[in-house]
């Protein structure tokens, strides 16, 4: 085996190591009959590694997502344009034992044809933020974006960063998704226009989680 090929397998063990760290609660690492701290780690530096991998309330506000729901969608393609129509499904699912959700979109709006998205959302124990990337059919580059929540929590704001095919520069997404009723929400997103710099109303969803069997 040649030194690159040691160095790949060492630095594979090491990250396989590390997430069956995070995964595991404090007390059950210190279990492992074979678990040694690596050199120059301390018993904090461990703990650390275990609160960043653990679920907590944040991501409980996540799961609160779950299900199946019915999107009525309204969007303007530029500042002063008639908007267009539109409906489709958001499916949300838990994943990684509660530590992420997948959201998967499917619609179709006239004149624009079928939209299929997909999306990641977490919480970052380590930022502090919500954490976000997102992909659809309708581009080539992935989304990114953190949040916060506001209004009591009521609402998670976002900030999306992605390239704006126009102005051929990194561009903003400003979403507010808000909680409206145990099985209902709403999402309004807000754009800078590529022509002037001036932020614009683009989408508004409204959003009915189905009922369990519907």
């Keep these: 085996m040649n030194r690159k090929s040691q160095c790949l397998v060492a630095a594979a063990a090491f990250i396989s190591g590390a997430v069956v760290i995070y995964s595991l609660s404090a007390q059950e690492v210190e279990t492992q009959p074979e678990f040694k ?58 994943l990684m034992d509660g530590r992420y959700i997948q959201c998967e979109i499917a619609g179709e709006s006239p004149g624009l044809g079928t939209y299929s998205g997909k999306g990641f959302y977490g919480f970052d124990n380590v930022t502090g933020k919500f954490v976000a990337t997102f992909i659809d059919n309708h581009s080539t580059g992935i989304m990114t974006g953190t949040g916060d929540l ?8 976002w900030s999306y960063t992605h390239s704006c095919p126009i102005t051929k520069k990194p561009a903003t997404m400003r979403e507010v ?18 022509k002037t710099g001036k932020e614009f109303k683009m989408m508004s969803i409204e959003m009915t989680r189905r009922k369990a069997g519907g």
């Design 177 to 194: 998704e808000t909680i409206t009723g145990p099985d209902t929400k709403t999402i309004v997103t807000h754009a800078a226009d590529p």
């Design 37 to 94: 701290l690596p050199p120059g780690w301390t018993a904090e530096d461990l703990q650390a590694c275990v609160a960043a991998g653990t679920p907590g309330k944040m991501h409980e506000h996540l799961a609160k997502s779950v299900g199946t729901w019915d999107c009525k969608t309204t969007m303007w393609i530029a500042p002063n344009t008639e908007p267009v129509k539109g409906a489709g499904t958001m499916t949300v699912a838990s």
């Design 150 to 157: 506001t209004d009591e929590g009521k609402a998670l704001t």
